[in-house]
């Protein structure tokens, strides 16, 4: 296994910055995803981290260490909306599946 | 058109039915998933196709038997399941395998209720 560790509930005010931490345990992987998932819908993608560093997408942002097993995804100005699962995955290197980790359910009060 | 349709949205069948999920994209995805969630937790993986041939099974109990009959079609034909076979079965496709970043398109899914 691949052992993706996230918080199961964050909450978090409209307009504010909150920071979701991924960490996993693996050496092998080809990339690090970042998937939303409302309440009874689909995952949408996100972000996807290859190399070590910081990628930004409008509002969201996603970091990955590949010597720290750490990755974290970043949402700025948040909006009721973004109120969702937030699920890390982990691209294997064969196949090219994804690992889900267990998924961060965020709560956006007003 | 950058969307995977799931058909039936809800399905309720009994230990002793026979139904099939079928899943549709029409992106040229070359790669399609079946990943089965349960409530509160994470989408898991069941089966991968690539180019129309099963290139992962997740050790997944005969009772669910997948089919992909062409580049745009994914079934999974479902016999003697067992209550706690209900979830959420998600269809996924993606444009090839055989490079890195493949981001996968969902389908909505279907509720699968064994009773």
């Known amino acids: 296994g691949q052992n993706i560790d996230q918080p199961t509930e964050m909450t978090a005010t409209e307009g504010a910055i909150v920071q979701i931490n991924c960490t996993y345990q693996t050496s092998g992987f080809n990339g690090l995803f970042w998937y939303q998932q409302h309440a009874g819908e689909a995952p949408t993608f996100l972000s996807y981290n290859v190399l070590d560093g910081l990628e930004e997408k409008g509002r969201f942002s996603s970091f990955l260490s590949r010597s720290k097993g750490y990755s974290y995804l970043l949402l700025k100005e948040l909006q009721m909306k973004d109120s969702a699962s937030y699920l890390c995955?982990?691209?294997?290197?064969?196949?090219?599946?994804?690992?889900f980790g267990k998924g961060t359910s965020l709560l956006v009060t007003p | 058109d950058t969307e995977v349709t799931q058909t039936p949205k809800h399905l309720v069948m009994g230990m002793t039915n026979k139904k099939s999920l079928k899943c549709e994209q029409h992106m040229g995805h070359r790669a399609m998933y079946w990943y089965k969630q349960k409530a509160k937790k994470p989408p898991e993986l069941m089966f991968v196709y690539s180019y129309e041939k099963l290139s992962i099974n997740e050790s997944v109990p005969s009772r669910f038997s997948p089919e992909c009959p062409n580049s745009s079609l994914l079934n999974l034909h479902l016999h003697a399941l067992q209550p706690e076979d209900s979830a959420l079965y998600l269809c996924a496709s993606s444009q090839d395998i055989g490079t890195a970043f493949v981001e996968q398109y969902f389908g909505p899914g279907t509720r699968l209720t064994v009773t």
């Open positions: 995955a982990l691209e294997r290197n064969s196949g090219y599946a994804l690992n």
